[in-house]
């Protein structure tokens, strides 16, 4: 492990390393954590430089706002390592951009756009060799930050703490997913917190998800909140959906997140001369597709599960299957993205950011 | 069902810190918690501890997706200087709905009542004595497993923290009636006290108090038209000698103070009609000059008594006086501290020897 740091920042390190624990080649999703995060604190109104420690439990008072108010942000991405060593992210400016717009809705301080990204060189840096190789692997990166300041106020806290851990991980999903296209729940509404990564907008989708699992599907897809006509988003990802040749995704709104795969995918998608339309997709209209063979295919687009094509969905208690096609879009898509994430290919787009 | 809580206590309290004449808001608590491990499907090892800090992984879930509810009571003490709960079990069987929405699991309602009932027999010296004043309550559970992924927790703490409070001051307040944020939509988390819920009303608040107000009046998301909450208390309106207040419709919070009132209302002999209100109907009534006055109503203030709304360019003149609501916080008041006798049972009395 290299010592040295491009990054002047404060870091301890860990005595013993827990590396030789993991099993590279059986990892699961965001159990293992690295041996180190990043934690800055925001106190007295400003942000305090970042520093790199072991990873360690935190402390926290019953009465810090997080757990009653649930005062928080997050970001996911990945870090890959190509056979040279090499270590790269992949659009790490989006989800800093990102993080500041969620800060801003939920009433959290803007973190300084170098804290996030040297703090996050910096300890992929001391923690490189917790990336893994292994094909459909990567480290997971998790930023966030959590009002961290005590009282009995929902009102904006005095304290927060900014962290960003990393777990070396395997594939989301494994195996093929269904999922149900939601019909009484909501996930989000206009003038909401929908396009914000708030905390609460995921603890919202735990029951409603638990439903559907529970009638044997993976995953929900949202409807709107009003009419639950038009076709949203799934609970981690954006959706595509493929009828005839054209691939067509919701635009993003005050209710749908700004996925960076989703925009990565449209534009390799235009690259490869897939025509696609950025509208409004009625339920009504997924449903007719599917009746008349033009339904082709359906998938997925988020950090955590890359390009996940669904196999089928439930809707008002019937199951609609998607046809198994030789050489769908979701495969070509997947493999046109991984190959820019993970070095194995041209970045035309300038996306990928070498550590 | 009698349950087993060990009591460990403080070697000294820090009570004689306080003055009971100038306590700060929601800043001081007691010496101890009561506390309860969920594990393997369980509520393990309640306890009353002194107050401490709790370890949390980085990754506790509670930290990332907000699956976090809570739920706010009081404690007062009659002449007699006998320690009692406001309708513990409303709370108790509350947060239970509360869980079930966010994918959590019930906490026994008789042990929750017990464990408040121990909580505050340990505590009694911190209960105010003043008119107005009483020790506040907050249980709340959350999810603690360290897990990245989209699904419920599997285990969650649930602890119960104490923090006196002195008596609000009763300034009439200005609404600031909100017609691009929201609060909660049909299908979402309205109805349940989850944390995420707070979060999200946290910036609008701001934004209104910007403007000269002192909370926001929510409206419906999917026309902004129909009044929902005030701030974080349910409304009434009186309107040529009737009550109305929003019926509830999934998206409002199920008010133990709200449904008290309506109570205390009708035995004073009002009507009261829980029906859809309009912001319009609101507006009108006030030009008519029937609309007699409006408050607020929840736990931690009791009764807000509201001066005007302002609605677009419009300000909605509500009344300069509040004599009904006046009359309700004193009868509520009294039912707290045994000056007027409890012809509703809603008061649970607390043995002093009970530790």
Redesign the interface.
């Known amino acids: 492990m290299s010592d040295q740091l491009n990054y002047n920042m404060e870091v301890i390190k860990v005595e013993k390393s827990r590396i030789n624990d993991v099993d590279f080649n059986n990892l699961s ?3 293992i ?1 690295s041996d180190h ?1 990043l934690i800055c604190t925001y106190k007295n109104g400003a942000w305090n430089a970042p520093k790199i420690v072991p ?9 810090t706002k ?7 942000i ?1 970001e996911g991405l990945k870090a890959y390592k190509d056979s040279n060593n090499d270590v790269f992210l992949f659009r790490p400016d989006e989800n800093c951009k990102r993080l500041n717009i969620s800060a ?4 959290i301080p803007e973190l300084p756009e170098a804290y996030f990204m040297d703090g996050l060189k910096a300890l992929l840096q001391v923690d490189k060799d917790w990336i893994p190789t292994q094909d459909g692997s990567s480290l ?1 990166v ?1 930023p ?1 930050i ?2 961290s300041g ?7 806290s005095d304290e927060y703490t900014f ?1 960003i ?1 990393t ?1 070396p ?1 395997g594939p ?1 999903f494994s195996g093929k997913v269904t999922v149900l296209i939601e019909e ?10 929908g396009y914000a990564k ?10 409603p ?2 439903l559907a699992v529970e009638k044997g599907y993976n995953q929900v897809i949202w409807t709107d ?2 009419t ?1 006509e038009y076709i949203e988003e799934a ?2 990802m954006n959706i595509f959906i493929r009828i005839n040749d054209t691939l067509i995704t919701s635009p993003t709104s005050d209710r749908i997140l700004d996925g960076v795969t989703r925009k990565s995918i449209i534009d390799i998608a235009k690259s490869e001369g897939i025509p696609v339309d950025v509208r409004k997709i009625t339920v009504s209209e997924v449903i007719e597709a599917a009746n008349n063979g033009t339904l082709k295919e359906i998938f997925g687009a988020g950090t ?1 599960a890359v390009v996940s094509p669904i196999s089928g969905f439930g809707f008002k208690n019937k199951d609609y299957i998607l046809p198994e096609l030789e050489n769908p879009y979701a495969n070509k898509l997947k493999k046109r993205i991984t190959d820019i994430q993970t070095n194995k290919a041209e970045d035309a787009f300038g996306w990928r950011v070498k550590v | 069902m009698k349950h087993n809580i060990p009591i460990k206590r403080v070697e000294k309290s820090k009570v004689e810190e306080l003055d009971f004449n100038n306590i700060p808001l929601g800043r001081t608590f007691t010496d101890h918690m009561f506390i309860c491990d969920y594990e393997n499907g369980q509520w393990n090892n309640p306890r009353v501890e002194p107050l401490h800090l709790i370890p949390t992984h980085p990754a506790a879930m509670a930290l990332h997706y907000g699956q976090a509810i809570f739920e706010g009571m009081k404690a007062t003490v009659d002449s007699e200087g006998i320690p009692m709960l406001f309708r513990p079990q409303k709370n108790a069987k509350r947060l239970n709905l509360s869980a079930d929405r966010m994918g959590m699991p019930h906490f026994p309602e008789d042990l929750f009542v017990e464990g408040l009932k121990q909580l505050v027999a340990v505590e009694q010296s911190w209960i105010p004595p003043q008119e107005g004043s009483a020790l506040y309550l907050r249980p709340f559970m959350y999810a603690d497993e360290p897990f990245i992924g989209m699904r419920a927790a599997t285990s969650f703490k649930f602890i119960i923290i104490a923090s006196p409070s002195g008596p609000f001051f009763t300034k009439r307040i200005k609404l600031y009636a909100e017609t691009k944020y929201i609060r909660a939509a049909e299908g979402g988390t309205g109805e349940a006290k989850a944390a995420g819920n707070y979060a999200a009303a946290i910036r609008p608040t701001e934004l209104a108090k910007a403007k000269g107000y002192d909370q926001v009046l929510w409206l419906d998301a999917a026309e902004h038209k129909y009044i929902q909450e005030v701030g974080t208390m349910n409304i009434f309106f009186k309107i040529d000698g009737k009550f109305i207040t929003p019926k509830r419709d999934g998206a409002i919070l199920d008010g133990i103070t709200r449904m008290s009132v309506i109570d205390l209302l009708r035995d004073k002999g009002y009507e009261v009609i829980e029906r859809p209100i309009t912001i319009d109907e609101i507006s009108e009534a006030s030009k008519k000059g029937t609309l007699e006055e409006s408050f607020g109503t929840g736990t931690a203030v009791g009764i807000a008594y509201i001066q005007e709304i302002g609605f677009g360019d419009e300000t909605i003149h509500v009344s300069d006086e509040s004599p009904v609501g006046l009359d309700v916080n004193e009868t509520l008041n009294g039912i707290k501290t045994g000056k007027i006798k409890d012809t509703f049972n809603w008061m649970v009395k607390i043995e002093k020897e009970l530790a």
């Open positions: 999703f965001g159990k954590f995060m990873y360690q439990s935190l402390t926290l008072d019953p009465s997080i757990f009653h108010y649930g005062q928080a997050f801003k809705r939920m009433a997971y998790r966030f959590f009002a005590r009282g009995f106020h929902a009102s904006p962290i851990a777990a991980s989301y009484h729940y909501s996930r989000s509404a206009n003038g909401g917190v708030a905390a609460g907008n995921y603890a919202g989708q735990f029951y998800t638990q909140d009003n639950h609970g981690a955590a």
